[in-house]
T-cell receptor, first 113, second 112 residues
Framework: DQQVKQNSPSLSVQEGRISILNCDYTNSMFDYFLWYKKYPAEGPTFLISISSIKDKNEDGRFTVFLNKSAKHLSLHIVPSQPGDSAVYFC????????????FGTGTLLAVQP | NAGVMQNPRHLVRRRGQEARLRCSPMKGHSHVYWYRQLPEEGLKFMVYLQKENIIDESGMPKERFSAEFPKEGPSILRIQQVVRGDSAAYFCASQIRGGEQFFGPGTRLTVL
């Protein structure tokens, strides 16, 4: 049962353009969403997060949008840079004692110079 | 302040052997999570520990897998009698209470 889904395994974007990575979820109990970036042979690195009470959070070139009615979130990167090339994971958690993260399968972003 | 450390980075075992994976959390972090990433998949939660306590092990296979986080020393994920299906990347993350999870570089386990 895949509660967090990233339906695009890969995305290719030109340098300077906008990258949009999408994520859908099924569990309406999720109250916090995160994006992680992962390079090969390294662990995931936290990028940006959003609480379920908000619909947008911005940090520099990165913006996350949350549409609760559609159970959909997206990560926008603008402008995209070659160093952004990595696998991006969407993750969600349910508030409570455990804080365990439920991850999507990831999207490989390639930013072409 | 050193990040989360995991060792070994690569581990090769033959079927039936034991694998021990170690995780040293960031300084001041007393919460540890273990995740497993199978090829072509996302990370899957395995277990959540605080010092000397297992808080949530709902993602751990019922047999052969165990985890501990002693008062002193690193957290250990132990896999007994490994099988080829255990081949994966195992990631540890640490956290202070209510904070973000910071991940280690992972241990890549290969079972021959």
């Amino acid at each position: 049962d895949q509660q967090v889904k990233q339906n695009s395994p890969s995305l290719s974007v030109q340098e300077g353009r906008i990258s949009i990575l999408n994520c859908d979820y099924t569990n309406s109990m999720f109250d916090y969403f995160l994006w992680y970036k992962k390079y090969p042979a390294e662990g995931p690195t936290f990028l940006i997060s959003i609480s379920s009470i908000k619909d947008k959070n911005e940090d520099g070139r990165f913006t996350v949008f949350l549409n609760k009615s559609a159970k959909h979130l997206s990560l926008h990167i603008v402008p995209s840079q070659p160093g952004d090339s990595a696998v991006y994971f969407c993750a969600a958690k349910v508030g409570g004692a455990t804080n365990k993260l439920i991850f999507g399968t990831g999207t490989l972003l390639a930013v072409q110079p | 302040n050193a990040g989360v450390m995991q060792n070994p980075r690569h581990l090769v075992r033959r079927r039936g052997q034991e694998a021990r994976l170690r995780c040293s959390p960031m300084k001041g972090h007393s919460h540890v999570y273990w995740y497993r990433q199978l090829p072509e998949e996302g990370l899957k939660f395995m277990v959540y520990l605080q010092k000397e306590n297992i808080i949530d092990e709902s993602g751990m296979p019922k047999e052969r897998f165990s985890a501990e986080f002693p008062k002193e020393g690193p957290s250990i994920l132990r896999i007994q009698q490994v099988v080829r299906g255990d081949s994966a990347a195992y990631f540890c993350a640490s956290q202070i209470r209510g904070g973000e999870q910071f991940f280690g570089p992972g241990t890549r386990l290969t079972v021959l």
